[in-house]
């Protein structure tokens, strides 16, 4: 064990051969950022899905103390790890170190550019897509104009930071010309703006095309990445079942 938790901070590579297990749900987009990025590491990982009542009891709530997915058991190093963005930075220092994937800047600005987006997206996007999902989903009884507001509200708010970005940067991702783990970290919630049931109504896309052009063509961009493409029939194949 000494061996591997060597090489996992630094001291050499380690090679994933046997599956990395991924705790996931149909619904929640967080698990799917963990999918897309095992993907283009082209990492082997078995995918267990998890029923809401279940994050809640042992023993998945020894696994994640927060009761939540991303959840994984890494059985090449012996870890086990919670919380999405902790996750994607684990599975890159481990089994991306040299940057073989390019997803990954290494130097200068746009190393910690990254990092900003990586914390935007966690700290702004996701919130409030959830709320809004929240409340769209699970409590369409009660008069929740204010709160659904609010929500749409600051969805569109994050879309317009990002093509302001594009505008001004005149770049095809968030950091520069290659795509950033931090770019793709935004797809998952943002398929709850393009797909069914779409928390913001079924002709927002055709809103966000018009409204936000840039980071709609970048979303696009995003959306072709076979890794994505992969991720997103999992995705509705998990959500048919």
């Known amino acids: 064990m000494a061996s591997i938790l060597q090489k996992v901070t630094g001291g050499g590579a380690v090679t994933a051969s046997k599956p990395i297990k991924l705790y996931s749900h149909a619904g929640g987009p967080n698990p799917w950022k963990v999918a897309i990025l095992l993907n283009e590491l082209d990492l082997p990982y078995e995918t267990s ?27 090449n190093t012996g870890l086990a790890l919670w919380e999405s963005g902790a996750i994607i930075e684990y599975l890159l220092q481990t089994y991306d170190a040299s940057n073989k994937s390019g997803l990954s800047y290494t130097s200068g600005a746009a190393k910690w550019e990254q990092r900003c987006w990586a914390e935007f997206q966690m700290s702004g996007q996701g919130p409030y897509y959830g709320q809004r999902a929240w409340f769209i989903l699970y409590h369409p009884e009660k008069d929740l104009t204010s709160c659904l507001d609010r929500y749409g509200n600051e969805i569109k708010r994050v879309l317009g930071v990002i093509d302001s970005h594009l505008k001004k940067t005149g770049r095809p991702y968030l950091c520069g010309e290659q795509c950033s783990y931090a770019d793709l970290m935004f797809v ?14 079924e002709d927002f896309p055709s809103e966000w ?28 194949k998990a959500k048919a079942d």
């Open 49 to 75: 899905m998890m029923q809401f009542p279940d994050l809640k009891k042992e023993p998945f709530e020894k696994l994640n103390p927060n009761g939540r997915v991303p959840a994984i058991e890494d059985p």
């Open 188 to 201: 998952p919630w943002h398929w709850l703006l393009t797909q069914k049931p779409n928390i913001m109504g």
């Open 209 to 236: 095309q018009k409204s936000y052009p840039e980071a709609w063509a970048w979303h696009q961009r995003l959306e072709e990445r076979p890794a994505v493409a992969k991720a997103r029939e999992a995705r509705e």
